[in-house]
């Protein structure tokens, strides 16, 4: 009997642990800070790994006059610096020795055939197969001449291989210029081989929130508005605006953080079980919860949403000026580097229920993590007692620094009399499973070379998310200009994100500093 072999699909590959198929990958802006940080890191952790095919090759492509062995000796330094590992000299021969580089310029016709050039070489030498990973690693203005070019040099069409293109964030900086985006992308490929990339997604704890959630049975009958009271979401960083004021000042936080990480957040707290974990059933789910949250009138954008600026002060061990005296920053800049917001998702599952966003940069700690807290238990019988002053339980989701879920819940202190406390269930991911180096553009990476979409946004989630944000940004630009700053460097932001929550009586969730009892 002859037997058909048969390709692994994507999801048995990876349970497998089997590297994906024969490909190239061209990085466009592979000059800048992203490739050197964190995609060739990722592609040699890919490698130590046993992820990436034999039959591999890079092409890096950027403007700057530079050879394959200028390129390559480059890389070679940049990796000692940014991979968090000794890179180990085999591994990493094997990657430099599939390196390449073209220098050409993204709106010339020429550079396009230099690449071309590029890829039937390194086909020949490497046996990809005609398959190209194309990552789109520059400032976004150059996304949709990328791909026309790419068009044009007749090297996006899938008849000898496929063809895929990763886009970077940000994708867009409101609805109008996201739908733009997408109408240039999907003129010249299909949705199949767009993968809009969102780094929060390869992180393990947010990854791990769908198996948290599908694969326990004891959460997924609390986890609606008859048990939950509301969930918090908190992205703090300690440091300042750093070298990237020139993008952030035009930016600011709603546009850089919320229409994508956050709203991914959400969605994974919220959505409904997929009925797979097949890549359209997942986001088919996501993009239902993104859907559903309430758009705000004006009114509401006013009475719902804070912004924030930072003033001089000392976050992270380190003296920080004002955000305005930052370099490359507007003098009387109003961009806000702090914003909160209480959404509600209008579904069957979360009427009722807020979600609470906060995040900023100059905090008093870096913290990433999501809090689902639930309603408290009737009090008679314990009235008169301290429990009345219980802190209701709580899941805390932590995503960074410290990844791992804490549940907590009250306890009785020993003794004759009625006290009670909160105590922890504590998980902790480097406790259970090690800490192996990472970028967070491992799994991504991994996944878009088995043709994987989970972990990439689709055209109608990124529109979702910027419905939700634009009258914001909307509101927010009518007004007058700011009194910023409103919160000092080192601080936990405005007064008025504490106040947004007291108003429904409720508090941000804020962990014992370390040693307290
Ligand atoms: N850096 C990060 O950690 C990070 C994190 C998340 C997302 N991102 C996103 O990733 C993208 C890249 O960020 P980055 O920090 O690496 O930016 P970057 O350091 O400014 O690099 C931009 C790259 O684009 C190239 N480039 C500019 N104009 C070009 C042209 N006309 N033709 C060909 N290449 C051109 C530049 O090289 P030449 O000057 O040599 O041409 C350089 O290699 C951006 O969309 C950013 O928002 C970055």
Redesign the pocket.
Known sequence: MTQTKTKPTPTQARKNGQPGGPCAMVI????????K??LVPALYNLCRQGLLPDSFAVIG????SLTTDGFRRAMREDIKRFCDCTPEPGLWDWIESRIHYVS????EPASFQALRAQLAEVERDHGTQGNVLFYL????E?FGTIVRQLRDAELTDEKRGWRRVIV???FGRDLESARTLNADLRTVLGEPQIYRID?YLGKETVQNLLVFRFANGIFEPIWNRRYVDHVQITVSETVGVESRAG?FDHAGTLRDMVPNHIFQLISLVAMEPPISFEADAVRDEQAKVLRAIQPMSEEEVLQRTVRGQYGAGRAGEKDLPAYRAEKNVAPGSSTETFVAMKLGIDSWRWKDVPFYLRVGKALRERRTEIVVQFRRPPFSLFRGTSVEALTPNRLVVRIQPDEGIQLQFGAKIPGATMRLGTVDMDFRYQDHFGAEPATGYERLLYDAVLGDQTLFQRADMVEAGWSVVTPMLDVWSALPPRNFPNYAAGSTGPKEADALLERDGRRWHEPEPPGSP
């Open positions: 466009f802006g592979a000059s800048g800070d992203l490739t940080r964190k492509f950027a403007r700057s050409g310029d993204a709106t690693s520059t400032a976004p150059h970077e964030k940000p780094h993008y």
